[in-house]
């Protein structure tokens, strides 16, 4: 059971390149998000979705963009990075328990993303 | 709206002394609360959940949070820290999204 797989680990973009970090969950988990983490704020929301065809803005989404094709990928697209953006980045997976309410996540191990 | 609020960024303990961090939640109804801890350049850890029921859950590694609904709270306690505890710890309110703290920094001196 590998849980939640975030690829890569590290990367270095020029300033106006694109990417796009890979997340992948083998839970069968409803919910998927992304956050991004900088010194002091702790963990914000970029984008999530409740399922398959469905994605949402979180409190952070410019210059992000997501699709849901299948309940198991979640890809974040950087469209052209910028030095702000430079940060980690976490993917993350829930089920949706009782109330609609999301229980606990279950995180990837972390992109730290540098922007020159 | 959903939010959390986490009023200490950094605290200072001496080992074996006693811990309390602070979380309040704002949620219209009774969300599910959860506290995470990340250790140096690592992932996050789940200490404990709160979904229902008692209001004082226990958690791994000795922790304990307490939920108190009156107060919108849910603090994260252990009675006695070990250097080994010295982290990150965030607060996570599960409602209709998943939203985290900006987190506490908690560190053990000898």
């Known amino acids: 059971n590998a849980g939640v797989t975030q690829t890569p680990k590290f990367q270095v973009l020029k300033t106006g390149q694109s990417m796009t970090l890979q997340c992948a969950q083998d839970?069968?988990?409803?919910?998927m998000s992304w956050y991004r983490q900088d010194p002091g704020m702790g963990l914000r929301l970029i984008h999530y979705?409740?399922?398959?065809?469905?994605?949402d803005q979180g409190e952070v989404p410019n210059g992000y963009n997501v699709s849901r094709s299948t309940t198991e990928d979640f890809p974040l697209r950087l469209l052209s990075a910028a030095p702000s953006q430079t940060s980690v980045y976490f993917c993350?997976?829930?089920?949706?328990?009782?109330?609609?309410?999301?229980?606990?996540?279950?995180f990837g191990q972390g992109t730290r993303l540098t922007v020159v | 709206a959903q939010s959390v609020t986490q009023p200490d960024i950094h605290i200072t303990v001496s080992e074996g002394a006693s811990l309390e961090l602070r979380c309040n939640y704002s949620?219209?109804?009774?969300?599910?609360l959860f506290w995470y801890v990340q250790s140096p350049g690592q992932g996050l850890q789940l200490l404990l959940k709160?979904?229902?029921?008692?209001?004082l859950v226990q958690g791994i590694k000795g922790f304990e949070a307490e939920f108190k609904r009156s107060q919108s709270s849910f603090n994260l306690r252990k009675p006695s820290v070990h250097w080994s505890d010295a982290a990150e710890y965030f607060c996570?309110?599960?409602?209709?999204?998943?939203?985290f703290g900006t987190g506490t920094r908690l560190q053990v001196f000898p």
């Open positions: 979705s409740v399922g398959a065809g469905i994605t």
């Open positions: 996570a309110v599960g409602g209709d999204k998943l939203i």
């Open positions: 949620y219209g109804a009774t969300p599910y």
């Open positions: 839970m069968n988990h409803e919910y």
């Open positions: 709160y979904f229902s029921g008692d209001t």
């Open positions: 993350a997976s829930s089920r949706i328990a009782g109330g609609g309410l999301y229980a606990e996540a279950f």
